[in-house]
C-alpha cells in the first residue's frame, strides 16, 4: 500500500470514527483504538523496508510552484510514526475510560480531535516536501488549540488554548518564512534534496535569516527559551490529550525539524553553538520550574520542557553520537513520560487532587498505577537496566565528544540531577509518602486506564534488558537517517566503567540529595518572586496587551463610526501614495501627453458629468445630491460605451439604477432638505482632500494613458477566446472561464458583504441600537 | 404614497425586465451581458415591483428567500466546477458538448450561480430596508 493511501485511510477513519463513538457505549473506544493499531501495525511491517532503503511515494499538488505531497519515510520519520501510532493505540483506550463519564458527544469530540491529530502528525512526520510539511504542522497546532481548550466552559483552559495558539502559530508563520527562502536558495522543497546538497543554502547570504525563522519556529513549536512559557499552561488540556500532544509527540516536532535540517545546519558552527545556548538555557528554567512547580501535571510539563531543552542541545552538539543520543532518548522519553502522565491522569481523576505536596499513601488503593509510575520513573531517572540509563549513557558521551564538552556536560548534570529527583519525588510522594488526610478513591483503576502506562512501562525495562530488539531494527536507521551518512552504532546497556557511567553515578547520587530535601527547597525556591516574573508569561501578555491597545486606539481614530472620517483616511491615504510614488519616481511630474484629435460628444459627456459633481457638492437637498451623482455615474457609463465597453457600460447603467432605488429607501427617513452638520473649516478640509484626491488620480491616469499600451493579453485573449473558451464576448469568457476562480471569489464576496448587511438592516433594532446615527 | 400608474404598469415592467434579464444572461457568452449585468437587471425588475406593489408581493414573486437564492447562486457556481476536477484535474475548467446542435457548456451554470448571487445579494438587504420604511 502507498504511503499516501494510508494516510487517507487514516483521515478517513478519524472522520468515522466520532459516528461510531457517538452511538456505541465502553465498545466504541475499543473500535476506535483499532484505527492506530492497523496503522502501527502497518508502520511496524515497514521495518524491514526501510532499513534497506526510505520509502517514497510520490503525489503531485501544485507542480508549478514545485509544491507536492511526496511522502518519504526514512529511519527517523519511521521511529515517529510508530511512537504516534503506538501511543495513538493507547491514548484512544484511555482517553475512552476516561471521558466515559462524559456525554457520547464530548467523547465521540475528543476522540475525533486525538485521531485527527495522529493523522495530522502522521502526514507531518512523513512529508519530504518542506511546504507540505509546514501545512501539517499548522494542522497539528490547530488540534493541540481544540485540545487544550476542550473545557471550553473553563476560562483558563480558553485563554490557555489561544496562548498556545498564538506562540505556535505565530512560530509556525517564522518558520514559513524560513521554509520558502530555503526554498529560492535551494531550487528545491524536498528535504532529502536540500539535505543531500546543503551547499546553496549553507553559502547564501541570506543564511542568518533562514536560521532565524527556522528556529523560531521550531522553539515555539518545542517550548524552547523565550517561548517555553506555553506548554505548563497547555496542561489544561484534558490529561489523554497532554500525554499523547504535550509530551510524546507534537511538541517534539521542533526537534524533529532541527534534526532533519541538522546535516545543512551542521556546515555552519554557529548554529549549533546556539541550539546548545538555546537548549541549555531551557533546561535550567525548566528545571528551576519542576522544583517549584506546585500541581502534579505541571511538574510533568517542566520535565517535559527540560527534556526538549536537552534534545536541542544534542542536536547542536557536533559528531555522530550526538545523533544516536537523540534517537535514544526520543525514544525512552516518549515511553516514560506518556507513562508518567497516564498515571497522573488516573490520580487525578480518582482523587480529583492535582497539587503534588496533598497526595500520599495511594499504593494501596492503585497498585498498578503505583508499579508503572516506579518503572517509568526508574527509567527517568536513568537507572540500569531501563532503557532512560542507556539513553542517559549516550547523552553524556555525545557531550563529552563534541566541541562544547564543559558547559554542556555542567548543564547536563545540573538539569538531570533534578529530572532524578523529580522522577523520586512523583514516584514516592503520591503513593508511599504519608497522605495530608486519606484519600477516598472515587473510581479504582480501570482496565482501559492502566494497560496503556503498564504497557509502556514494561516495554521501557524490555528494550533496556534488551537493546538490541530496538538497536538495528529503529535506532541505527534513524541516527543514520539525521546524521546523513552511514556510520557505526552501538547501543547497549553495559559500556564498561567509562567516564559516562561516573557522571551517571553523580547525577543520581545529586538527585537523590535533592529529592530528599525536596520540601525545604521546594518552598525556598517558591518564595523567590522574581523568578515568576522572569519565567513565566509575563512577556506574552506585555506584548498581547499592547497589540490589543494599538488595535482599540487606532480603531478608535480611524474607524470612528463617521462615515466622512472614512473617507478621509481612505482618500488622504491614496493622495499620499500616489503623491510618493509621483514624486519619488524617475521623470518629470507630468508626461507629455500625446495629441489626441478632441471628440466633441465626449466633451459633452464630461461637461455632465463635472456638472453632476458641482451640483451633488453644493445643494442642501439630498434628493438633488442623489439625482446629481446618477448624472455623473450615467456620464461615465457613455464615456465606456462610447470608447468600446458595452459590457462595462451596461454593467454601470445597472448599478447607477439600482443605486437610486436603494439609496430612496434610505432618504425616505431622512429629511428631505439636511441642515449641514460641517463647519466651514471642516468643509475646506473636506474640499482640500477631495481636490488632492482628484489632482493625484489625474496625474496617474495622464501617467497610465502615456505609457504604451501592452497589447499582449488583449490579443492574448482575442485569440483563444473562441478557440478555448468556445465565445466572442471577450469579457464574458475571461469572467467565467479564463479567471473563473476569482469571478468565484467575488461572488462570495458579494455574497457575505449582502449578508452582512442583511444582518445589520434587522427590521426595527437598527435604529435602536445605534441611537443617533442612520 | 402609491401612483396608480407605476401600480398598474409595475407587473409588466417586471415581467419584461425579468425576461430582459435573463436573456442579457444568455447572450453573454457571444454578445455584451452575462450573469452581472443579468442579475442587476433582475434585482431592478423585482425592486421596481417591491416598489410599486409592495415587498410582500415581491417576495412571493422570487419563490425563495433572497438569502437562500444567494446561497444556491455560490452552490451552483461551484458545482459548475467540479466536472474540471473530474475530467481534467483542474476546478473550474469549463466542459463543453453539444445538444441537438446548440453548444452548451458548464459555463452558463457557472453564470446562473453569478446571476443568483447578484439578484439574491441586492434584494436581501434592499426587501429589509423598504420593509422597514413600511413599518
Request: net charge neutral; glycine share 10%.
Amino acid at each position: 500500500m502507498d504511503l499516501s493511501t494510508v494516510l487517507l485511510a487514516s483521515l478517513a477513519g478519524s472522520i468515522a470514527a466520532p459516528f461510531i463513538v457517538a452511538r456505541t457505549g465502553a465498545v466504541g473506544g475499543v473500535i476506535a483504538a483499532a484505527l492506530p493499531a492497523a496503522l502501527f501495525a502497518y508502520f511496524f511491517a515497514q521495518i524491514g523496508a526501510v532499513g534497506a532503503a526510505p520509502i517514497i511515494d510520490v503525489v503531485p499538488w501544485v507542480p508549478s510552484l514545485g509544491i507536492d505531497l511526496t511522502f518519504r519515510l526514512d529511519g527517523f520519520s519511521l521511529l515517529f510514526a510508530l511512537l504516534i501510532t503506538g501511543i495513538g493505540t493507547l491514548v484512544t483506550l484511555y482517553a475512552s475510560s476516561y471521558m466515559s463519564e462524559k456525554p457520547p458527544f464530548a467523547r465521540a469530540q475528543f476522540l475525533f480531535y486525538i485521531l485527527m491529530f495522529m493523522t495530522a502528525m502522521l502526514a507531518t512526520v512523513a512529508a519530504d516536501n518542506l511546504v507540505s510539511l509546514f501545512v501539517f504542522w499548522e494542522m497539528t497546532s490547530l488540534l493541540s488549540f481544540l485540545l487544550v481548550g476542550f473545557q471550553s466552559e473553563d476560562a483558563k483552559a480558553r485563554k490557555a488554548a489561544l496562548q498556545s495558539l498564538l506562540v505556535t502559530a505565530s512560530g509556525g508563520l517564522a518558520l514559513l518564512g524560513g521554509i520558502i527562502l530555503i526554498g529560492i536558495e535551494a531550487g528545491t522543497f524536498s528535504l532529502a534534496a536540500i539535505t543531500a546538497n546543503p551547499a546553496p543554502v549553507l553559502e547564501s547570504p541570506l543564511l542568518p535569516a533562514i536560521v532565524a525563522c527556522v528556529l523560531i519556529g521550531a522553539f515555539t513549536k518545542s517550548a524552547q527559551f523565550p517561548f517555553h512559557f506555553w506548554l505548563p499552561n497547555a496542561m489544561k488540556a484534558p490529561t489523554p490529550a497532554s500525554a499523547y500532544l504535550h509530551s510524546a509527540t507534537m511538541v517534539k516536532l521542533g526537534v524533529y525539524l532541527l534534526a532533519r535540517l541538522d546535516p545543512v545546519f551542521a556546515g555552519a558552527p554557529w548554529v549549533g553553538a546556539t541550539l546548545v545556548a538555546f537548549g541549555g538555557l531551557t533546561m535550567l528554567i525548566a528545571a528551576v520550574q519542576a522544583l517549584r512547580a506546585i500541581e502534579l501535571k505541571a511538574v510533568l510539563a517542566y520535565s517535559t520542557v527540560a527534556s526538549l531543552g536537552t534534545l536541542v542541545m544534542l542536536i547542536g552538539l557536533d559528531g555522530p553520537v550526538s545523533s544516536v543520543a537523540v534517537v535514544g532518548f526520543i525514544l525512552a522519553h516518549a515511553l516514560y513520560k506518556a507513562t508518567l502522565f497516564f498515571c497522573a491522569g488516573i490520580v487525578i481523576h480518582a482523587t480529583h487532587e492535582t497539587r503534588l505536596r496533598a497526595l500520599g499513601g495511594l499504593a494501596k488503593l492503585l497498585p498498578l498505577t503505583a508499579a508503572a509510575t516506579l518503572l517509568a520513573s526508574f527509567s527517568m531517572a536513568g537507572l540500569p537496566p531501563f532503557i532512560g540509563f542507556i539513553s542517559k549513557e549516550y547523552l553524556f558521551e555525545a557531550k563529552l565528544e563534541s566541541s562544547l564538552d564543559t558547559i554542556a556536560v555542567l548543564i547536563g548534570v545540573l538539569v538531570n540531577a533534578v529530572m532524578v529527583a523529580v522522577a523520586g519525588v512523583l514516584a514516592l510522594r503520591p503513593f508511599f509518602g504519608r497522605a495530608k488526610k486519606p484519600f477516598e478513591v472515587e473510581h479504582g483503576e480501570r482496565p482501559g486506564m492502566t494497560l496503556g502506562p503498564l504497557l509502556l512501562a514494561v516495554v521501557g525495562v524490555t528494550f533496556g534488558l534488551v537493546p538490541s530488539l530496538v538497536s538495528y531494527a529503529l535506532i541505527t536507521p534513524a541516527a543514520i537517517a539525521i546524521y546523513g551518512a552511514p556510520f557505526e552504532v552501538s547501543f547497549k546497556l553495559w559500556h564498561g566503567f567509562t567516564p559516562m557511567l561516573a557522571l551517571s553515578g553523580l547525577v543520581v547520587a545529586l538527585g537523590a540529595t535533592l529529592a530528599w530535601f525536596w520540601d525545604p527547597i521546594h518552598l525556598a525556591l517558591r518564595r523567590r518572586r522574581a523568578f515568576d516574573e522572569v519565567f513565566l508569561d509575563r512577556g506574552y501578555d506585555l506584548v498581547l496587551g499592547r497589540t490589543l491597545a494599538l488595535a482599540r486606539s487606532s480603531t478608535k481614530v480611524l474607524q470612528n463610526g463617521d462615515l466622512r472620517v472614512y473617507a478621509a483616511v481612505v482618500s488622504a491615504s491614496v493622495t499620499g501614495l500616489l503623491a510618493y510614488g509621483l514624486l519619488v519616481g524617475e521623470g518629470p511630474l507630468l508626461p507629455a501627453v500625446a495629441g489626441e484629435p478632441v471628440r466633441p460628444y465626449l466633451l459633452v459627456v464630461c461637461a455632465l458629468i463635472v456638472a453632476g459633481c458641482v451640483v451633488a457638492a453644493a445643494v442642501p437637498s439630498l434628493v438633488t445630491a442623489i439625482v446629481a451623482v446618477g448624472l455623473s455615474g450615467y456620464g461615465l457609463a457613455l464615456v465606456f460605451l462610447l470608447n468600446g465597453g458595452p459590457d462595462l457600460a451596461l454593467t454601470q447603467f445597472s448599478v447607477e439604477t439600482l443605486f437610486v432605488v436603494i439609496v430612496m429607501a434610505v432618504l425616505l427617513k431622512l429629511p428631505i432638505v439636511a441642515k449641514s452638520s460641517r463647519t466651514p473649516r471642516e468643509r475646506l478640509f473636506d474640499a482640500t482632500v477631495s481636490g488632492l484626491f482628484a489632482a493625484g488620480v489625474l496625474v496617474a491616469t495622464l501617467w497610465i494613458a502615456a505609457k504604451p499600451f501592452n497589447p499582449e493579453l488583449t490579443e492574448y485573449f482575442a485569440v483563444t477566446s473562441v478557440p478555448e473558451g468556445f465565445g466572442r464576448n471577450v469579457v464574458n469568457v475571461i469572467l467565467v472561464d479564463f479567471r473563473a476562480l476569482d469571478t468565484f471569489g467575488e461572488i462570495a464576496v458579494v455574497a457575505f458583504a449582502a449578508l452582512g448587511a442583511w444582518a445589520l438592516l434587522r427590521t426595527g433594532s437598527s435604529t435602536k441600537r445605534t441611537g443617533k446615527e442612520v | 404614497m402609491r401612483s396608480l400608474i407605476l401600480t398598474a404598469m409595475a407587473r409588466i415592467f417586471f415581467a419584461i425586465m425579468l425576461a430582459g434579464s435573463v436573456w442579457v444572461l444568455l447572450r453573454g457568452h457571444n454578445e455584451p451581458g452575462g450573469g452581472f449585468i443579468g442579475g442587476l437587471v433582475g434585482a431592478a425588475g423585482f425592486a421596481t415591483l417591491a416598489l410599486a406593489a409592495g415587498v410582500e408581493t415581491a417576495r412571493r414573486a422570487l419563490v425563495l428567500h433572497p438569502v437562500v437564492l444567494m446561497g444556491a447562486g455560490l452552490a451552483i457556481a461551484f458545482v459548475s466546477g467540479v466536472p474540471g476536477i473530474v475530467t481534467d484535474a483542474s476546478f473550474l475548467t469549463h466542459q463543453w458538448g453539444s445538444l441537438a446542435g446548440v453548444k452548451l457548456g458548464t459555463t452558463i451554470v457557472f453564470d446562473l450561480g453569478v446571476y443568483m448571487v447578484v439578484v439574491g445579494g441586492v434584494l436581501s438587504f434592499m426587501f429589509r430596508l423598504y420593509e422597514e420604511d413600511a413599518a
